[in-house]
């Protein structure tokens, strides 16, 4: 794997990043929201073709597009649309916004149905390919920094389109998108901790001059970027192994994260006046998803040591993915 | 201290008796999701209910109208409360430890006349007015100016982190009125009526959607010279005894609540598993709880520590800040497991139980309010600092070279 971003690579980030810096910014209204979807900037990374990277470059780039917009506070839904559903249906683009959901709780809220156009189900086995109609979805009232929604009656699925043999890779990059995402919000949430605590003083100090802050902050920052590259790597090997690494590690450390960048605003931490949440409640909400830490963490243990028999040689792994 | 409170195994049957008697079976029902007017309204019949069986001012003389209990009994009484799930008397926290505790060591008995009877009817409300926005675990930097002008004050600034001001009639004021003094010397204390023109409230939203909070806002407020609380430019001291009132007995309810509560961690941990079984068949699961409980033995053990102290006279010494970050870590990891235990059924958005602990079973409710423990009342670094420098006797923090 390079760390470097190649020249095509770089000229996409840049690209993306100037339409991100004209959009990014939260209307003064919606700064007491829980959320706030951009309908805008989710039509333009549409028709500028940004979503489509997936398709017509690969997932690694899918990916660096996701975790660009995953760093604003405002939202639009990048990851379902511009990498699970490429990975999953290749050749062929679906109408979005995508959301995702497992056909075990079909009938609880999820995350962006009420702006989704398509959702994709995983069945076990198989995936099904649901059009969304708007007026049978109600909103679900959340404080997670996404727009959730429920089916008013249940979906046909007996109907529905279905890609045979798809579960598996849907649950892969389900989980690559997890991590992605939780990735560039940590890194947005403690950028944004980070100017806070330079600012604000107490006892005539910047509060982020005292150990007991800055030291948990650089492993906040620690964790993020272990994430960034754990996602980064799964993006580009496209190994299921690693697919479930990068989600464990991003779901498993959200809670130390989280909690650290609340307590470092202070009073403002348990606030939503201070914009924070807008990256922390998406983290927290992805947090629970395609099966959460316990399912990733099962995954890797029953396709590392399925035989039971002896655990697997992670230093020998290693060594074969170095060369 | 476990042979004190074995004399007064009959009072604690005669409040167990009496909270059985008058607690309203349904309270948490009518309470769930109740409006902030229904919930204002049950919090002064509670009150006015525990004054009329004597339990409403357990630690306030006689003479000024609470029950004159002793420590051990004041013991009892908060385990009784917590043992029959009674409301908490959240509003009334500041008027009932806060302004008997000020008035009585500083006040005038003018004072005194005006507002303690009143807070005992429970008509009057009371809130703080310490933190500003740049004053918080730096309280003494405060700078809400207050200009002595014949005889009143003029106050300008802001308050901030007012708990149910917006509930509340008075306020218990800390300003600055020597700007040219030391930090702590030119502070007042002043008894603030927030009906007078120039005072005006904005609520905080809170990451759990409620507002519990407001800041203050006072533009050329005039208070008069009879509501200064102890000496002019006196104020750090009267504070000093403001919030070393309630003597750990907070934190003992509170102990006792989670105590109680970890029933519902149990009954959680019954459900269906998504890998199949109960949660509880999990080892990770045990494992969680088995740490909770063990703290939560541990939590009461250091509170009948530092009670133990209280009684035999000595001071509280660190105790309280090291119950204080014990505490507050473990709410946090009690209700986490709660939300574990909930699934994804705990994240949605649930009416909320008013009046009450601090574990309820809306587990994501719980969960993001006890962010709210690490923070207020001292966050978890001063706390620690404390302990490590009070009781540790570690140096202080080197200050850092560039940084005045």
């Given amino acids: 794997m390079d760390f470097h971003f190649t020249e095509d690579q770089d ?60 760093k604003l506070p405002v939202m639009v839904e990048t990851s379902a649309t511009g990498l699970v559903a490429p990975m999953v249906l290749a050749g062929e683009k679906l109408a979005g916004p995508v959301a ?70 849907l649950r892969q990059w389900w989980r690559v998108a997890i991590a992605v995402e939780t990735a560039a919000a940590s890194m947005a949430a403690i950028d944004f901790t980070v100017d806070y605590v330079k600012q604000r003083h107490v006892f005539g100090k910047p509060v982020g001059s005292f150990q007991a802050v800055k030291h948990r902050l650089v492993q906040c920052k620690a964790y993020a970027m272990a994430t960034h590259y754990l996602a980064m790597r799964a993006a580009w090997s496209a190994d299921p192994v690693h697919a479930d690494f990068a989600a464990c590690h991003a779901q498993q450390g959200v809670q130390k994260l989280l909690f650290d960048m609340h307590q470092f605003h202070g009073g403002m931490g348990v606030t939503t006046e201070h914009m924070l949440h807008f990256w922390t409640y998406r983290i927290r909400a992805l947090q629970a998803e395609a099966g959460g830490v316990y399912g990733a963490a099962i995954d890797i243990a029953d396709r590392l040591w399925s035989d039971g028999t002896q655990p697997v040689n992670l230093t020998s792994a290693a060594r074969s993915e170095a060369a | 201290m476990i042979n004190e409170l074995k004399h007064l195994e009959g009072f604690r049957q005669e409040v167990r008796g009496w909270l059985q008697a008058n607690l ?108 500003e926005p740049n004053a918080g675990s730096d309280l003494a930097s405060l700078r809400c100016r207050a200009e002595r002008r014949g005889d009143h004050y003029v106050v300008n600034g ?72 102890g000496p002019e430019h006196g104020g750090w001291a009267v504070a000093q005894s403001t919030l070393s009132s309630e003597r750990g007995l907070t934190i003992l309810e509170l102990a006792e609540r989670m105590r109680h509560g970890f029933q519902m961690l149990l009954d959680a941990a019954q459900s269906p598993s ?51 970050v014990y505490y507050s870590d473990l709410l946090r990891d009690f209700t986490d497991l709660g939300v574990t235990l909930g699934g994804a059924n705990a994240q949605y958005l649930q009416p909320v139980l008013m009046g009450c602990g601090n574990e309820t079973g809306n587990w994501m409710q719980d969960y993001l309010y006890s962010w709210a423990w690490t923070i207020s009342g001292g966050s978890s670094e001063i706390q620690r600092n404390i302990i490590a420098e009070r009781a540790l006797n570690l140096p202080r923090e080197p200050k850092l070279a560039g940084v005045k």
């Avoid at chain 2, 349904?26 to 002064?44: C, I, L, N, P, Y």
């Fill in chain 1, 100 to 169: 995702l959901a497992s056909v075990r709780n079909l009938e609880k809220a999820h995350r962006n149905l009420t702006i989704a156009q398509t959702m994709l189900v995983d069945m076990g086995d198989d995936v099904a390919i649901l059009t969304i109609d708007p007026a049978q979805v109600e909103p679900v009232n959340s404080i997670y920094g996404y727009p959730y929604g429920r089916f008013v009656t249940p979906p046909d699925l007996a109907t529905a389109r279905l890609l045979v043999g798809q579960g598996a890779v």
């Fill in chain 2, 274 to 324: 998504p890998m199949g079984g109960r949660l509880i068949d999990d080892d990770e699961i045990r494992r969680r709880l088995v740490d909770i409980y063990a703290r939560i033995q541990a939590l009461r053990l250091l509170v009948n520590n530092m009670l133990t102290r209280v009684m035999e006279g000595a001071g509280a010494g660190v105790e309280p800040s090291i119950i204080k």
């Fill in chain 2, 24 to 131: 309203p079976a349904d309270w948490q029902e009518r309470m769930t999701g109740a409006s902030e007017e229904e919930h204002v309204a049950f919090q002064k019949f509670w009150f006015r209910k525990m004054m009329d069986g004597g339990y409403g001012a357990p630690h306030w003389p006689a003479e000024w109208g609470g029950s004159g209990f002793s420590f051990a009994q004041q013991i009892v009484l908060y385990e009784e409360i917590a043992r029959a799930g009674a409301p908490r008397l959240i509003l009334y926290f500041i008027a009932l430890y806060h302004v008997p505790a000020t008035l009585l060591a500083w006040g005038t008995d003018e004072q005194r006349r005006r507002h303690l009877p009143a807070v005992l009817s429970g008509d009057e409300i009371w809130c703080q007015g310490f933190s």
């Fill in chain 1, 11 to 70: 000229a996409l980030v840049c690209a993306l990043q100037s339409i991100l810096q004209d959009h990014a910014e939260l209307p003064q209204a919606e700064r007491f929201s829980y959320c706030y979807f951009n309908e805008t900037l989710q039509k333009i990374l549409t028709e500028s073709g940004f979503l489509d990277a997936g398709h017509d470059i690969g997932a690694l780039e899918a990916a660096l597009v996701v975790a660009e917009t995953a």
């Fill in chain 2, 158 to 229: 802001q308050k901030t982190w007012s708990s149910n001001a917006h509930h509340a009639r008075y306020c218990l004021l800390l300003t600055r009125t020597d700007p040219t003094a030391t930090k702590t010397r030119g502070i007042s204390y002043m008894i603030l009526d927030l009906q007078t023109p120039g005072v005006s409230l904005r609520p905080i939203k809170q990451i759990t959607g409620a507002s519990h909070f407001n800041e203050i806002f006072l533009d050329d407020v005039k208070i008069p010279v009879e509501n200064l609380i």
